[in-house]
């Protein structure tokens, strides 16, 4: 006859037989299912599941380190945006007291600023004007700005070549902000290289001081420039601008007259006609004319421009152009490779093209695209593409 089991080796089955029931794990999401919620520790997991679990840790752990490398290196920009920045206002400041010091006095009091009655044109008029850094905004003097601009051009006859400019500006408070230092003159240098391809400054390149007068004339700004174009010449160039509003239209003829010693005398009238069509667009009617000394009759351009703003530090711009001269005094092309035809005078070349600038990952940083077709008459009106790509970096208040 068999001794009964003990009753506490019975419990023991008992005990083993539920430890080795199959306990269902919960669902773990897959790397790309989202976030992974909070593990229930009273639930067994199989090996698959903990494979998972560590992709997903690894996973999480590479996102933040990319992030924590992005966010280092926009700080480190910051960062050196502001030193530069900072640089400049300094520099201005003490420029500033030391010449005033000269002077023998010191006056802090702001330069008088005529109220005027602008209109909804003349408000998107200077947005674009700052945004693109035309000539209205580097001739007004109420920031002090360093620009530097790189970039590249692809033409269909000439082939491809580098580009670089630089503008700087400072300004003067304690000279009632009438006075400038600047480096790169908009007038005769826009888009200009400055370092030539042996490393060489430009010898055409402007440096100097502009005086603007006080505001004697209500909506008249005028100033006066002079400086160097290299050691060996001088010049002294005068500016006035008057704005106007009829009726929804911004009206601004501006006037230059400008001396140097190897340029001789050359004077440009520009005439501008702006009008808001919607709260982001605007159209502009440029009508421009020159002479100069050294060279007989009179250049011309006339230009119809489209401004769109899609979102604050991003616009574009659509452009239809045409120069001409009344005499033609150079008709070969500096590019001996180049086929040319016999120039006349009247319109020589006309241009339709596009122009895209936009702040990106900083609000000092942009990059610009200005693709356009040109149908020049020294090509045989054949058309000529052309592609500029900009790099700038914006040192200022921002």
Not at 64 to 77: I, K, R
Not at 174 to 190: A, R, S, Y
Request: glycine share 6%; with cysteine.
């Amino acid at each position: 006859m068999k001794k009964p089991v003990p009753v506490y080796l019975f419990l023991l089955f008992l005990l083993a037989a539920s430890l080795s029931a199959q306990v269902e794990p919960p669902a773990f999401p897959s790397v790309f299912d989202g976030p992974v919620p909070e593990c229930n520790c009273s639930a067994l997991v199989n090996e698959t599941n903990v494979r998972r679990a560590i992709s997903v840790t690894d996973w999480k752990m590479y996102l933040l380190e990319e992030q924590g490398w992005f966010e280092s290196s926009m700080e480190y920009l910051d960062a050196f945006h502001a030193d530069v920045t900072q640089k400049v206002h300094v520099f201005s400041a003490n420029a500033d007291q030391q010449l005033s010091s000269w002077g023998g006095r010191e006056s802090k009091k702001k330069r008088r600023r005529v109220p005027r009655d602008g209109n909804a044109s003349e408000g998107l008029s200077d947005y674009f004007n700052e945004l693109f850094h035309d000539d209205t905004y580097l001739y007004s003097g109420e920031e002090s700005y360093l620009i530097l601009r790189g970039g590249a051009e692809y033409n269909k006859e000439e082939g491809w070549k580098f580009l670089n400019n630089i503008r700087f500006a400072m300004k003067l408070p304690h000279t009632q902000e009438q006075l400038q230092i600047f480096v790169g003159d908009p007038l005769v240098d826009k888009d200009k290289d400055v370092i030539s391809e042996n490393g060489q400054i430009n010898e055409t390149t402007g440096v100097g001081a502009r005086y603007f007068l006080p505001d004697f004339l209500r909506d008249v700004k005028a100033s006066v420039s002079a400086g160097f174009r290299g050691l060996t010449n001088p010049f002294t160039q005068g500016r006035i601008e008057y704005r106007m509003n009829f009726y929804d239209w911004l009206i601004r003829p501006v006037q230059y007259v400008d001396y140097s010693v190897k340029r001789l005398f050359y004077e440009e009238t520009d005439l501008y006609f702006d009008r808001r069509i919607s709260k982001e667009e605007l159209v502009r009617l440029q009508l421009q004319r020159s002479t100069e000394t050294e060279r007989e009759g009179m250049a011309y351009m006339t230009s119809l421009s489209y401004f769109n703003t899609v979102r604050f530090g991003t616009g574009f711009r659509t452009f239809v152009s045409a120069s001409g001269r009344t005499v033609v005094d150079n008709p070969q092309s500096a590019d001996t490779n180049v086929t040319t035809v016999e120039m006349t005078p009247g319109i020589y070349r006309y241009s339709i093209g596009l122009g895209w600038k936009q702040a990106f990952a900083r609000r000092w940083i942009f990059y610009e695209v200005i693709p356009r077709i040109d149908y020049d008459m020294q090509y045989n009106w054949r058309p000529n593409y052309v592609c500029q790509f900009w790099l700038e970096l914006y040192f200022g208040d921002t």
